[in-house]
Nanobody, 123 residues
C-alpha cells in the first residue's frame, strides 16, 4: 500500500519561498507518476505539476517559472520549491501518485493522495 505524506507548509509573506516535501512509502516513487496539486477554500483542486516516471515535468501556467519540482532518490521524496509566493497561492497543497506512466494535471487521474499541507501567503 502506497502512502504519501506531505510536509513543509506554513505561513509566509508575499514574495517569500517555501519548500514542500512528499515522502512516498510502501514502494519506490520510480514506479509511480506523481503530481502536485492545491485546493483553496471554495475552489476546485488545481494541478500544479505532473511528474511522469519518464520524461519531463509539466507545470501549470499559474506556477511556471515560480515553482520547481525535484526528487531525492535516496529518501524516496519529491519536493516542490515555491518562490515568489503570492496571496493567491494560499491553499492546501497535496501530492498524488499513480502507478505507471502518466502526464496529467487532472486530479481524477491519480489514485493515491497525501493528507495535504497548508500554505498561507499574506500580503
Amino acid at each position: 500500500q502506497v502512502t504519501l505524506v506531505e510536509s513543509g507548509g506554513g505561513s509566509v509573506q508575499a514574495g517569500g519561498s517555501l519548500r514542500l516535501s512528499c515522502a512516498l512509502s510502501g514502494s519506490t516513487y520510480r514506479a509511480y507518476s506523481m503530481g502536485w496539486f492545491r485546493q483553496a477554500p471554495g475552489k476546485e483542486r488545481e494541478g500544479l505539476a505532473s511528474i511522469p516516471i519518464l520524461g519531463s515535468t509539466r507545470y501549470a501556467d499559474s506556477v511556471t517559472g515560480r515553482f520547481t519540482v525535484s526528487k531525492d532518490s535516496a529518501k524516496n521524496t519529491l519536493y516542490l520549491q515555491m518562490n515568489s509566493l503570492k496571496p493567491e497561492d494560499t491553499a492546501m497543497y497535496y501530492c498524488a501518485a499513480t502507478r505507471g506512466l502518466l502526464v496529467s494535471l487532472r486530479p481524477v487521474d491519480y489514485n493515491y493522495w497525501g493528507q495535504g499541507t497548508q500554505v498561507t501567503v499574506s500580503s
